[in-house]
């Protein structure tokens, strides 16, 4: 199986090409060939890479800074993610398109469910739920995956800043009433390798396409997530940090937060039998391999 990933520094990008087996070839097509600016390039680089399946991953991240640059955030989480679609579709393979927990306003009770009604609060929400739109009309053979808080040993994420923060501060305060559930980069790549070899072996199984959600599993707050980070490197040796509780209100951004991120991943767990690790597990892993210098 031939997995094209697009992005090749990205968090996710990084944890897929990670996953590279006999059995399966990872291949990363970034913006030395294909910029998701410059349309006319993506679909000669995506055939050039011979996929099976294509994973698009490459998005535009900055969510405070899409406040400001809502119509670049649309080029490319939207507009450009409907093009790799539409090349999948050409070269008759899959798309497995990656979205977020941001689709949502954060007002429900419960987790969310697939079948939710989306309201976005920010203009990154709005450009990826627009994206989960045009994916879907230009490949019907898709699979849109919402997932929330990724950290990795790669890029930038929560998980990272911490443990930077964490080294010159004994107190770090920390918003405590936005709760979702931290995802590995690494369990979603995994759980992408499962899913491309499901879609493959089964082309005509309706119920496999559409939308999922994909998170870690448990709940926590960002502080909580912060606490946990701290504990882990604190048993590799750093000095302990106090997470002080705060309110989003008291740290105010750009961009506002959905105070519910959490994603009821019970359909992926039905349809796929998958279903992620305990976030605390996960992160417990990657401060591990990032304290060994790994
Ligand atoms: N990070 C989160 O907490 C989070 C939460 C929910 C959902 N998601 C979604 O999950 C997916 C993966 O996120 P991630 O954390 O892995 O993202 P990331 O680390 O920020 O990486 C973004 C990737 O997009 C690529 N990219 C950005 N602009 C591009 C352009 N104009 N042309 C081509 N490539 C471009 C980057 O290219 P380079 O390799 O050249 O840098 C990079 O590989 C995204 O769809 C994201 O929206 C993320």
Known sequence: MRIVVTGTRGQLAQSLLACETADISLIAVGRVSMDFEKLQTIAPALASAQPDVIVNAAAYTAVDQAEAEEARAFRINSTAAGAVAAAARKLNVPVIHLSTDYVFDGRADAP???????????????????????????????????????????????????????????????????????????????????????????????????????????????????????????????GRVNVIPITAAEYPTAAARPNNSRLNCDKLSDVYGLRLPDWRHSVCTCVARLMSGA
């Open 112 to 238: 969310y469910r697939e079948t939710d009604a989306t309201s976005p609060l920010n203009a990154y929400g709005r450009s990826k739920l627009a994206g989960e739109k045009t994916v879907a009309t230009a490949n019907p053979d898709h699979v849109i995956l919402r997932t929330s808080w990724i950290y990795s040993p790669f890029g930038q994420n929560f998980l990272k800043t911490m443990l930077r923060l964490g080294e010159t501060r004994n107190e770090i305060s920390v918003v405590a009433d936005q709760y979702g559930c931290p995802t590995a980069a690494a369990d979603i790549a995994a759980a992408i390798v499962a899913v491309a070899s499901t879609l493959l072996a089964k082309r005509d199984d309706a119920r496999l396409r559409g939308t999922f959600h994909l998170t870690g599993s448990g709940e926590a707050t960002w502080a909580e997530f912060a606490q946990t980070i701290f504990d882990e490197a604190a048993k590799h040796g750093r």
